[in-house]
Structure formats: C-alpha cells, structure tokens
C-alpha cells in the first residue's frame, strides 16, 4: 500500500505542477491597477491661435493678364534654300521669333530654284547612268546604239574604268546639289517680304530680324485699329 501512495506521489505531482503550468500559460493577464486621474483645467485656446496664414496669391504676368500675345492674328513665313543646309537656321530664327512674339504663328517653306535650273537638275542623273552603263556594258552597245565602232573618247574612259565611275558620280552630284539650290532665305509677314537675302546677299542678324517683324506687327495694329 506504500509502494501504491509513493508511485502515486511521483507520478501525481509531476501532472499537477504540468497542470498548473498549462493554466497560468492560457489564463488572461490581471488587470492592469488604474492610474489616479489628475483633473486638469481645459483652457480654451485665444483667437490668435486660429487666425488663418495669409494665402501667397501666385505672381501675374503680363503674358496671363492680356488675352492673347503680341503676334496674335500675325503670320510669319520664312522660305529658305533646303538643300542649302539653312534649315537649322531657319528653326533657330522661328524659335527667336515665337518667344519675342507670343502667338506669333512661324511658317517654314522650302524656296525652289527657277525652273531651268530644276529641269537640269532632274536631268543630270541620266547622264550619270547613262555614261556609268555605258562604261560598263562595253564596246558591243554602241552596234546597238546605231555606231558602227566605239568613239575615241570612249577607249580612254574604258581604260580607267574606276575612275570614270567614280568622277562621273561625285561631278554629278555636284552639278545637282548646285541646281537645286537658290540660296534663299526670304522673310515675310502677313504677305509682306520684310528680308531677302537674295537681295541682301547675307543672311539676317536675329536682333535685326526681330526689329524689322515688330515693326511690321506694329504698323498692322495701327493700321486694324483705324
């Protein structure tokens, strides 16, 4: 019987200190002991502390106060030579203008050349072909051009044939680029030419250009205001 009470004792009191751990693990924590509440006397804040910050009001410009810009209603063209290499020139001066004058709405145009000058150049081509297919077709095409034997010239190009390729292309596409070019740069507004550089023969100074456009702006109000 005291063998039954201590194995009951070695095996009962490991469950119960098991047990009780269990339950302090799941029970809730106490409550927390309440804080002594002090009574502080609200004091209302003064209406100084409620004023509104000025609001900043944004900054007007002249541009946002006018309805419109100084080039309002006005057009500006410029023609100019595109095979020239004026067009870079060309959009710096339409930049300078549209900032001087807002509103202001710039055109860009190419200037032809006259129409001989077109007409040849639209021919120098052929000739380029025909002298490069010539040179490399050989002696039996002339038999079938209508000539009884090559010309004379026609043994020394054959001779350097490298060079007479290469020399009929580069003369060509000079002869071209200086037919197709007019070498103009031709300012206008409202229909009225304000610059010419054929005329002048020199391109316009931008302060120059500006000059000459508001003054043309100018006297066109003057003129719609009458």
């Not at 309002?72 to 339409?94: E, H, P, W």
Request: proline letters at 11%; glycine letters at 8%.
């Amino acid at each position: 019987m005291a063998m039954d009470r201590s194995q009951l004792l070695l095996v009962g009191l490991p469950l119960f200190l098991f047990c009780s751990d269990v339950f302090n693990l799941f029970a809730p924590a106490p409550p927390a002991p309440p804080k002594p509440h002090h009574h502080h006397h609200h004091v209302p804040p003064s209406p100084q502390q409620f004023q509104p910050s000025p609001i900043q009001q944004p900054l007007d410009f002249p541009s946002q106060k006018t309805g419109g810009g100084i080039g309002l209603g006005n057009t500006v063209q410029i023609d100019f030579c595109a095979s020239c290499s004026y067009r870079g020139t060309a959009q710096t001066m339409k930049n300078m203008l549209e900032s001087a004058f807002p509103g202001l709405n710039v055109v860009l145009a190419n200037y032809p050349p006259p129409l001989p000058k077109r007409l040849l150049a639209k021919l120098v081509p052929v000739v380029q072909f025909g002298v490069i297919g010539v040179v490399m077709a050989g002696e039996h095409i002339f038999p079938r051009l209508g000539f009884a034997a090559p010309p004379a010239w026609y043994y020394s190009m054959r001779a350097n044939r490298f060079g007479t390729i290469s020399s009929t292309w580069l003369m060509g596409n000079f002869l071209q680029g200086f037919l197709q070019s007019s070498g103009a740069f031709e300012v206008s507004v409202n229909g009225e030419q304000v610059y010419s550089k054929l005329r002048e023969k020199r391109f316009p100074g931008e302060i120059e250009l500006r000059d000459a456009i508001g003054k043309r702006i100018a006297n066109s109000r003057v003129v719609d205001g009458f």
